[in-house]
């Protein structure tokens, strides 16, 4: 079945400092890939996606790698700030009109200021 | 204006009621999802419903009974709630297809006692 692995569930980075976190999918039927942000007590929400035909995609701070071969995608963030301090998830959907979307367990990600 | 709002926010009930959870989405969109995220941050897909009709249901419970009376609107029904039901229960919609971003309502934070 679908599974969406993500690595690591905790983080720790100092302020400045660039944070990575990696997911691996198991279906290869899967064409989008978001990441989302949830802050404490708050609802996840949408922070970048990447579609099945582009490999890499950035905004501003933040940046995802897709490598459709070996089914991993990344969240890179850069210049890390104390409000980047979150719970992150990966997701990876199957699209038609049965869309799923599944979602990695979740990496808590901590800036040391 | 709120895209996806769910109600209530807060629900403290005892062992063995029954509770219902109510959703509903402004955005047009045609799927809706129920998500289950327990005290270590996993959000797991329950349900989701495409233009009224169940599409997915990941081995929850039949405790558990969505209903959709519209496209817009998409509750929650528990019955006999266990103090293994505690949890927050976040509502989602997307547009069917494979890259379309999923809208979170606030979620619901069930607490069972």
Redesign the interface.
């Given at each position: 079945g679908e599974n969406v692995e993500q690595h690591p569930s905790t983080l720790s980075v100092q302020e400045g400092d660039s944070a990575v976190i990696k997911c691996t999918y198991s279906d290869s039927a899967s064409?989008?890939f978001?990441w989302y942000k949830?802050e404490l007590g708050?609802?996840?929400?949408?922070i970048i996606?990447i579609?099945s035909n582009v490999g890499e995609k950035k905004d501003q701070r933040i940046a995802v790698t897709l490598n459709k071969t070996a089914k991993h995608f990344s969240l890179h963030i850069t210049e890390t700030q104390p409000e980047d301090s979150a719970?992150y998830?990966c997701?990876a959907?199957?699209?038609?009109?049965?869309?799923?979307?599944?979602?990695g367990?979740?990496t808590?990600l901590s800036i040391r200021p | 204006d709120t895209a996806v709002s769910q109600t209530p926010k807060y629900l403290v009930t005892q062992m063995g009621n029954d509770k219902s959870i109510k959703c509903e989405q402004n955005l047009g969109h045609d799927t809706m999802y129920w998500y289950k995220q327990d005290s270590k941050k996993f959000l797991k897909i329950m349900f989701s419903y495409n233009n009224k009709e169940l599409i997915i249901n990941e081995t929850v419970p039949n405790r558990f009974s969505p209903k959709s009376p519209d496209k817009a609107h998409l509750n929650l029904h528990i019955n006999s709630l266990e103090l293994g039901d505690s949890a927050v229960y976040f509502c989602a919609s997307s547009q069917p297809g494979s890259d379309t971003e999923a809208f979170f309502g606030q979620g619901t934070r069930l607490t069972v006692v």
């Amino acid at each position: 079945g679908e599974n969406v692995e993500q690595h690591p569930s905790t983080l720790s980075v100092q302020e400045g400092d660039s944070a990575v976190i990696k997911c691996t999918y198991s279906d290869s039927a899967s064409n989008y890939f978001p990441w989302y942000k949830q802050e404490l007590g708050k609802r996840p929400q949408l922070i970048i996606d990447i579609r099945s035909n582009v490999g890499e995609k950035k905004d501003q701070r933040i940046a995802v790698t897709l490598n459709k071969t070996a089914k991993h995608f990344s969240l890179h963030i850069t210049e890390t700030q104390p409000e980047d301090s979150a719970v992150y998830f990966c997701a990876a959907t199957i699209g038609g009109s049965a869309s799923k979307i599944i979602f990695g367990s979740g990496t808590r990600l901590s800036i040391r200021p | 204006d709120t895209a996806v709002s769910q109600t209530p926010k807060y629900l403290v009930t005892q062992m063995g009621n029954d509770k219902s959870i109510k959703c509903e989405q402004n955005l047009g969109h045609d799927t809706m999802y129920w998500y289950k995220q327990d005290s270590k941050k996993f959000l797991k897909i329950m349900f989701s419903y495409n233009n009224k009709e169940l599409i997915i249901n990941e081995t929850v419970p039949n405790r558990f009974s969505p209903k959709s009376p519209d496209k817009a609107h998409l509750n929650l029904h528990i019955n006999s709630l266990e103090l293994g039901d505690s949890a927050v229960y976040f509502c989602a919609s997307s547009q069917p297809g494979s890259d379309t971003e999923a809208f979170f309502g606030q979620g619901t934070r069930l607490t069972v006692v």
